[in-house]
């Protein structure tokens, strides 16, 4: 069964997170797996933008070319920020056609301007 949670131990990403340049303090990882296997993670942490508001930042997303994985990765990180109550997303990842046919981004910008709103076309995202 699949399961896409914020890990505890991030040490393993260590190495990741430094090639993006990121504070590995900072930065948080959510783990995808499968019956215990990982098969995907994705890598985010929050900041403000140009408008300081908060939000959350995607820096970097493995999902072995599964659209499906993808996008449950994203899901997670979302809903994650918007139960720290951050409402605006930041996309710092290289898959940005994927992004825009799902829906995330339009116009193929980086930005997705109200999670809680894109989140709330989905019924059991809502729950």
């Avoid at 797996?33 to 995607?58: A, K, L, M, N, R």
């Avoid at 990765?73 to 056609?97: W, Y």
């Amino acid at each position: 069964m699949l399961e896409i949670l914020q890990t505890k131990n991030k040490e393993n990403y260590r190495n990741k997170i430094t090639e993006l340049g990121l504070d590995f303090e900072t930065t948080f990882v959510v783990d995808a797996t499968d019956e215990g296997s990982s098969i995907g993670f994705g890598i985010y942490h929050f900041g403000i933008d140009e408008e300081y508001e908060p939000t959350v930042e995607v820096d970097f997303v493995q999902d072995n070319s599964d659209v499906m994985l993808f996008d449950g990765i994203i899901r997670s990180i979302l809903f994650l920020a918007m139960m720290k109550g951050i409402d605006k997303a930041r996309f710092n990842i290289s898959q940005t056609d994927t992004l825009s046919k799902l829906g995330f981004v339009q116009n193929n910008y980086n930005c997705l301007n109200s999670i809680t709103k894109f989140m709330s076309k989905c019924k059991s995202c809502e729950n």
